[in-house]
């Protein structure tokens, strides 16, 4: 069974607040930036704090800058205040140097992996009696799949996820019979 994107946005909320009441902010700004960036999880997990702080300024930046690393293409991602704030409840209980990992493991200092990137959004999914398969690819979907939900243009999600066609990011972002269902009986011509 394929990853799916999270579709109902009271599960996403959920998820968050999750996070937030164990006071897990690494965890919480872990699942905020994989929502709102749609970067892969290799990516997210390689960033350093001066990445998204502009230690000078004291202040998150506005804009991310970073080569994918399964494309080599260069992604702008702006910040938004989901992800500013995020950052910076992490960055008040943690003492961070710019060269840092955002996403720091407590027993090594060094980025968590993919595999306890994996256990976290898995086991906060199960707690939470999540019905559908929910994987760290599931956070990148989903910002495609709401996009698409609120009208976006097919070709800037296209963009986002660097697809050729949107053919593969109509899979992709799990546009299912239940959704083309919705527009059929939403339409009213009177």
Known sequence: MATEPIRDKNQTA??????????????LTLIIMGLYTALRISDLLRLKWDDVYDFRANRVKDVLKLSETKTGKTVSIALNKEIVSALNQLLSF??????????????TKKAIGRTQAYRIIRDAADALAFQNRVSCHSLRKTLGYHAWKEGVSPAVIMDI???SSFAVTKRYIGVTQDDKNEVYLGLDFN
């Open 14 to 27: 959920a998820l968050s607040l999750y996070f937030k009441d164990k006071g897990q902010y690494r965890n």
């Open 161 to 163: 996820y660097n697809h």
């Open 94 to 107: 943690t003492a961070a140097a710019p060269s840092d990992a955002i996403f720091k493991s407590k027993k």
